[in-house]
């Protein structure tokens, strides 16, 4: 059976300490097929002062060693998590030229001009700002919907996360015409949907995107999901996997994507 882990981190990536071998063991241990290695590439890092290190070199040199160890064992994927590539088209061209990634994520943990949706205390901001934040997100996530090289779109209701540990909450239907559009892009790009299972294993209740917004792309027409841990440690590889596959199945997919030397192809779940 198909159990893969499609958005998992390493040393590579500036917010995480865990060695992409004692990543692969536990996911074999708990008896994943596969796992996509995208570690963080903020293309716009530098306008903020993150320390975004990534050697793209070393990078792809230690998962294609990775690769061949666990042959036979565990399907690793050479992939990335590229943070706003819309808001820096020549970086994150350039990154991705140099890496020649198996599997590009893109994601988006700021809106333009403002820091990661992570230090905002959500306590103290009002609800017509965090209304102007979230339309304000959703109008880049068409920029990013459109930007060629991804294959995938990472955790889409991001803020979500930290709104829900600040004890507050956010009712996303009133942004389901933004929705709408977004995903009719994907399709027509033929961009896959994450379904990012972090704010499960992490107890808020609830995957990002929700099952309702899950439902909404699939009544879009959207059929191309793929299920990412966003494990920062090899404890939490392939966390709550399971759980959301039956999920989508439960709304009516069949299958999730895997991918093979760039190529996308369905895997029954």
Known sequence: MFFADYHTH????YDCEENPESLCISAIKKGLTAIAITD?????YQEYG?????????????????????????DVVHGIE?????????????????GNFEFV??????????PDFYY??????KENLLDAMISKMLKELLELASFKGIDSIAHITYPHRYIKSAGSDIDFKKYYDNFEDIFNLMIKNNVSLEINTSTLWKGCGFSMPDEEIIKLYYECGGRLVNVGSDSHTAENVGDCIMDTYRTLKRIGFKTVISVTNGEKFAENI
């Open 10 to 13: 390493t040393c590579f990536s």
């Open 40 to 44: 963080h590439y903020d293309c716009d």
């Open 50 to 74: 993150y320390p975004m290190v990534f050697d793209v070199k070393a990078h792809k040199k230690e998962i294609y060693r990775i690769k061949e160890k666990f042959k036979g064992k565990l």
């Open 82 to 98: 590229l943070g706003q590539p819309h808001a820096c088209p020549d970086i994150a061209e350039k990154i991705l030229k140099e």
């Open 105 to 114: 994520l893109a994601s988006q943990h700021n809106i333009k001009k403002l």
């Open 120 to 125: 905002f205390d959500y306590t103290k901001v």
